[in-house]
């Protein structure tokens, strides 16, 4: 069942917001977005049934929605957290599924950070809150999404002039009692430190090549096992993938390959070869009797960083194929 939004911040007597947990009755509470008066609710008891400490107006105002109320007091306790950071010189971590290069990546927020905006003018667009650097240039925004996300030529706009766009998105009033995990994981951050394809501009992933010493199913000698492992479409696999630099690489670390005739496959292609009894390792085995027990310690193994595949060039020539 979705949580109801409430009202659970509001201003007090000197502007400043205040959370209603924290409030106490007889003082004068206003609405941060209509400023009407607001009624502190709380009763003190806990438990089902009873409802969270929060405001209520004394009467209904016209397009003030505690959506609205959410939004706006997300959004400026977020402000003052990261301006009180960077006075104190308090990094802020972020960690965030990266939707470029599908690893985790790990930063601090506020590494160029001097300044933070909330609502800043950019003329073609305000963002919820902007981050501003040592000559005032804007190099990333927070939006903050309740029921309207930004719209697509604001997010072309943030990725023309290379914006760093974080979002967070908000479902209920106890997201505001959340705020440092809130932007410890953002739901979107359109930043990737990969390094970009020269041919089609994508981000590229990762890429590294495992050298397995297993056993020969054949003949139970050992046999060295090359497969390169990548992120995206290319996934793990095997020699008859591999480009000419990664042949080299795999023959160096004394990886016999040789081209040989699959009848599962139907069809010759390059692939790691026993030295001793000539076998070799089809494409359809190589997780499961190589790759798999390596991960599980039954067979020693060596990974090697390659660089970076483009994941988007891969998908393409495997379509043209």
Request: charged share 30%; proline share 2%.
């Given at each position: 069942m979705k949580t109801k939004i409430l009202y659970t911040v509001a201003l007090?007597?000197?502007?400043?917001?205040?959370?209603?947990k924290n409030a106490e009755k007889g003082n004068e509470f206003n609405c941060p977005i209509c400023k009407e008066e607001l009624i502190l609710k709380k009763s003190g008891k806990t438990g089902k049934g009873s409802k969270r400490p929060h405001f209520a107006h004394r009467a209904l105002t016209l397009n003030c929605t505690p959506e609205t109320a959410l939004h706006f007091n997300f959004?400026?306790?977020?402000?003052?957290?990261?301006?009180?950071?960077?006075?104190?010189?308090?990094?802020?971590?972020?960690?965030?599924?990266?939707?470029?290069?599908?690893?985790?990546h790990i930063g601090n927020l506020?590494?160029?950070?001097?300044?933070?905006?909330?609502?800043?003018?950019?003329?073609?667009?305000?963002?919820?809150?902007?981050?501003l650097d040592i000559d005032d240039k804007v190099f990333a925004v927070i939006e903050?999404?309740?029921?309207?996300?930004?719209?697509?030529?604001?997010?072309?706009?943030?990725?023309?002039?290379?914006?760093?766009?974080?979002?967070i998105n908000l479902t209920s009033d106890l997201d505001l009692e959340n705020i440092d995990s809130k932007i410890s994981k953002p739901d979107i951050v359109n930043f990737c430190y990969n390094p970009k394809c020269e041919k089609c501009k994508h981000h590229q992933q990762k890429t590294k090549m495992i050298i397995i010493a297993g056993d020969c199913w054949r003949c139970d000698s050992t046999i060295k096992v090359a497969v390169v492992k990548g992120d995206g479409d290319r996934g793990t696999s095997g020699?008859?993938?591999?480009?000419?630099?990664?042949?080299?690489?795999?023959?160096?670390?004394?990886?016999?390959?040789?081209?040989h005739y699959s009848a599962t496959m139907k069809e010759k292609y390059l692939a790691s070869t026993c030295s001793s009894c000539g076998t070799f390792v089809g494409e359809f085995n190589l997780i499961s009797q190589y790759v798999s027990p390596a991960e599980?310690?039954?067979?020693?193994?060596?990974?090697?960083?390659?660089?970076?595949?483009?994941?988007n060039c891969y998908k393409i020539s495997q379509d043209n194929e």
């Open positions: 007090d007597k000197a502007g400043a917001l205040v959370k209603a959004k400026n306790l977020l402000a003052d957290k990261i301006q009180q950071n960077i006075e104190k010189g308090i990094h802020l971590p972020i960690k965030w599924e990266c939707e470029h290069c599908y690893e985790t506020l590494k160029k950070a001097k300044s933070v905006k909330v609502e800043y003018n950019m003329t073609f667009c305000q963002p919820d809150i902007a981050l903050i999404v309740v029921t309207h996300k930004p719209e697509e030529k604001v997010l072309n706009f943030y990725k023309e002039k290379n914006i760093i766009l974080i979002q020699a008859s993938t591999f480009s000419i630099e990664e042949i080299e690489l795999a023959k160096s670390k004394g990886v016999l390959l040789k081209e599980f310690g039954d067979f020693s193994s060596e990974t090697i960083d390659i660089g970076y595949h483009c994941d």
